[in-house]
């Protein structure tokens, strides 16, 4: 009798450990499916669309080199007051909406929205789509 009695107190407590485990399984599955489903979970802060401050606060002040979608490269140093600097030219870059807007002296101004791609990279954007990339450095580097 004793016997049935400790066996019967461990079948519980296998029990209640494999329904504890379980719930734990399907919870954290059924939290990470509807997570997933919904498109709640933050991006990270290194693939965020970037605001107009932020575009200031990351890319002005720095050297920026890299290549647009057609293949052209570039390497320009943007000054904190907005003034590009490039190899043999100068430009006056703005923030409009949320957009770095680039004037190199032409009648056509370009904007371009900015995504964050990593600590240290850039993209460009026009209408969501990517039309260049970028890395920062400090300037003179």
Sequence with gaps: M??????????????????ATL???????????FAADAG???QP???????GDQIQQRVWGHRVHGAMANGQS?????????????DGYTGQARIVDDRMCFDYGSDSVEC???????????EWLQ???V???GVIEAPNQ
């Design 2 to 19: 004793q016997r049935s009695l400790v066996f019967a107190s461990r079948q519980r407590l296998a029990t209640l450990a494999i329904a």
């Design 23 to 33: 719930a734990a399984t399907l919870g954290g599955g059924v939290s990470s499916v």
């Design 40 to 42: 709640a979970a933050p």
């Design 45 to 51: 802060e290194s693939e965020r669309v970037l605001s």
């Design 74 to 86: 570039y390497d320009e140093t943007y000054a904190t007051d907005g003034k590009i600097q490039g």
């Design 112 to 122: 371009y929205g900015v995504r964050a791609a990593g600590d240290d990279r850039i």
């Design 127 to 129: 209408q969501g789509e």
């Design 131 to 133: 039309a260049g990339e």
